[in-house]
């Protein structure tokens, strides 16, 4: 048998300890995470994309089942019909790719709307309504707007930042 990637759940809030002792076991790992500027400035650094979960790159021929199990922070591998899952190689290069990108961006880049801002959706199933911007949703590309739909109260939505454009006069 070859390696694949795997996914690991770990136990609640212990991603990173999972992390260090699955490197100090030399398992290939791989934990997504974007970097955040948190308001607390000994608040962490980054976030996880998944949380609770890494990927591994093993061998289960060579490494059981059972011995990452025993790795202290692990909870569980993802399993379909008791058969651990496979990560296609394809998936985990473009995750790792999409991470870059966002952790790329300049940190100065942010919407330059305020709350109560008008804005005009572009793109995704709202495209050409018009909107008024709430907030930043924190450590994502997003942003959350509140629609009025057929005349009714105004309801909230998530969009990613792109698709909300300051309306013109």
Not at 42 to 68: C, H, M, N, Q, T
Not at 86 to 98: A, C, G, H, R, S
Not at 154 to 159: K, S, Y
Request: proline content about 9%; charged content about 25%; glycine content about 4%.
């Amino acid at each position: 048998m070859s390696q694949s990637w795997y996914v690991l759940h770990s136990k609640p809030n212990r991603e990173e300890f999972l992390y260090s002792q699955l490197c100090h076991r030399d398992i290939e790992v791989f934990y997504p995470r974007f970097h955040v500027e948190p308001v607390n400035p000994r608040a962490r650094k980054s976030r996880p994309l998944f949380p609770g979960y890494l990927f591994v790159r093993v061998d289960l021929d060579e490494i059981s089942l059972s011995s990452l199990l025993w790795v202290p922070g692990a909870n569980q591998v993802v399993s379909f019909d008791h058969e651990p899952a496979k990560v296609p190689d394809d998936v985990i290069k473009t995750v790792e790719k999409q991470v870059a990108r966002i952790n790329a961006r300049p940190k100065g880049e942010k919407p330059k709307l305020k709350h109560g801002d008008p804005v005009m959706i572009h793109g995704g199933p709202f495209e050409g309504y018009q909107a008024i911007f709430d907030t930043e949703i924190e450590g994502s590309e997003r942003v959350r707007l509140l629609i009025k739909l057929l005349h009714t109260r105004q309801i909230r939505i998530q969009v990613p930042a792109t698709m909300a454009k300051p309306q013109t006069a």
